[in-house]
């Protein structure tokens, strides 16, 4: 290991998480990562690369990364893997003809090795469209009673209206610093 | 008696083999420093951004071919870092001096430690990018004019009593005569 991941990797025991949030395209990510830093959200055009914020919330600094979902763009994903701590996975409840897509997209990534410490949010976005899947639906659709790798949760979200996400937020960032920060 | 010879023999050893180590990450530290604020090292930094600045926009989102450009930079800088220690310590292990620095990182000054990590932060990263970028394009917060008007005005105020052309001040007296 070189100097600098070191260096980097002490420094971020100090109260800093690095989340990656991952999903099909059109599932809602870049909307949800910009309601809950308080920007406007209309006018959100597919991402193609990726994006980053850091946020304040709780006494913790979190650093939060979006990729793009398309098909194309999957590949890539495996380069941001790389000491995350939590790892959120956004679901359009309302597109039922892809659930099995997302299903095992899913499982791909929970057989990473560099994710097998990261602690896992579904979030069940879009539920104030009409014809969403409920929450319990995505999680047998997902089949997520079966995961026993990570410590995970499914939680029901409008990313428009900002309904739950803090909720989300706030269950995964308890989750990780249950994991982490208690063990020195 | 032999027993207590013995144990005060270690004590020495223990001692003199704690500052020893004190004084050997000391100098690493010295040297790190050193390292990165030579020239050669800013002359890399400069190389690597004049070979990928037109890559980047100043956009909020980035592009994939960013993290590419990232994993090298950290890779270069790390390596140049490592190497140039391993010049300048006879000797010097990577592995002994990371050992110690688990220990001792808070014992490295503030400025130093920002600076190395500011090379494995991305957003630092792709700022230096956008900076290098408007800076050679020209696009961007001009800062010229401002360097201009402040550096003919210390020029005017030094060199008052000599009578100097404040419009051409990069001619000398002699010249003016």
Redesign the interface.
Known sequence: MGLLTILKKMKQKEKEMRILMLGLDNAGKTTILKKFNGEDINAIEPTLGFNIKTLEHREFKLNIWDVGGQKSLRSYWRNYFESTDGLIWVVDSADRRRIGDCKKELKGLLLEERLSGATLLVFANKQDLPGALSAEEIRDALDLESIKTHHWTIQWCSAVTGEKLLDGIDWIISDIASRIFTMD | MAGFKDLNLDEDLAVGRSSRADTRFDTTVGH?EDIIMEERFQTLQHDFKEKYYHHFTDD?????I???IF?EY??L???Y??GELKNRISGFS?ED??KT??NR?DQIGGDI?DM??S??D??AFKQMFLEYKSAKEGTGMDFSDLITIRSTTSLRDEHQGMQIDPDSPREGPSSNR
């Open positions: 790190i909020e989102e980035n592009k994939l960013y993290t590419d994993k950290v890779g800088v790390e390596n870092i490592q990577m001096f990371s620095l688990e990182h430690l190395l990590l090379f494995t991305f957003v």
